[in-house]
């Protein structure tokens, strides 16, 4: 059995295909896009919260150098672990309240209080898909410290954040 083709539309499926794959990669590309924001912006979630959960029993795993909070920012950046994107931390502890008086601002003892903020500016694969919020995930999660770290007095770490944002959301 042959096909029967009809004068005058030869060629039609390729110009059909060529005004039809623009439109289908576009489609594509944005399907894989938003997949990993979404995936990372789990893994933001997930990585600031399980990266606090261990800093605060001072469970630094690999990340052994530098004061606590930049081994709790190398803790979070490794739970972090994105996919489409850089990860960016910030780290505060506040002393534990005191019936004598306020704690130090930068006493990581038992009771005080470990603020982790975690950002990834998205980029995406193609770059060409509009990402929400300019591509910025955030996430904070505030814990209570359970052990001291010794020294108990640490400085807040953040990283230079990208163009474009700032820590102002991480308080």
């Given at each position: 059995?042959?096909?029967?083709?009809?004068?005058?539309?030869?060629?039609?499926?390729?110009?059909?295909?060529?005004?039809?794959?623009?439109?289908?990669?576009?489609?594509?590309?944005?399907?894989?896009?938003?997949?990993?924001?979404?995936?990372?912006?789990?893994?933001?979630?997930?990585?600031v919260d399980e990266g606090a959960r261990a800093a605060v029993?001072?469970?630094?795993?690999?990340?052994?150098?530098?004061?606590?909070?930049?081994?709790?920012?190398?803790?979070?950046?490794?739970?972090?672990?994105?996919?489409?994107?850089?990860?960016?931390?910030?780290?505060?502890?506040?002393?534990?309240?005191?019936?004598?008086?306020?704690?130090?601002?930068?006493?990581?003892?038992?009771?005080?209080?470990?603020?982790?903020?975690?950002?990834?500016?998205?980029?995406?694969?193609?770059?060409?898909?509009?990402?929400?919020?300019?591509?910025?995930?955030?996430?904070?999660?505030?814990?209570?410290?359970?052990?001291?770290?010794?020294?108990?007095?640490?400085?807040?770490?953040?990283?230079?954040?990208?163009?474009?944002?700032?820590?102002?959301?991480?308080?």
């Amino acid at each position: 059995m042959s096909v029967r083709r009809v004068p005058g539309e030869r060629g039609a499926a390729a110009v059909e295909f060529a005004l039809v794959v623009p439109i289908l990669l576009a489609v594509m590309f944005g399907i894989i896009d938003y997949g990993l924001w979404f995936s990372d912006s789990l893994s933001v979630r997930q990585g600031v919260d399980e990266g606090a959960r261990a800093a605060v029993v001072n469970d630094f795993g690999s990340c052994s150098s530098g004061s606590a909070g930049e081994r709790t920012a190398c803790l979070v950046k490794d739970r972090i672990a994105a996919n489409g994107g850089t990860a960016y931390v910030k780290v505060v502890v506040t002393g534990p309240p005191s019936t004598s008086g306020p704690g130090a601002a930068d006493d990581w003892t038992k009771g005080g209080q470990l603020l982790v903020c975690g950002m990834v500016k998205e980029i995406g694969l193609t770059g060409l898909t509009p990402m929400p919020k300019d591509g910025l995930i955030t996430s904070q999660v505030t814990k209570r410290v359970e052990v001291t770290n010794t020294p108990a007095s640490v400085a807040a770490y953040a990283d230079t954040p990208p163009s474009g944002a700032d820590w102002a959301w991480c308080t």
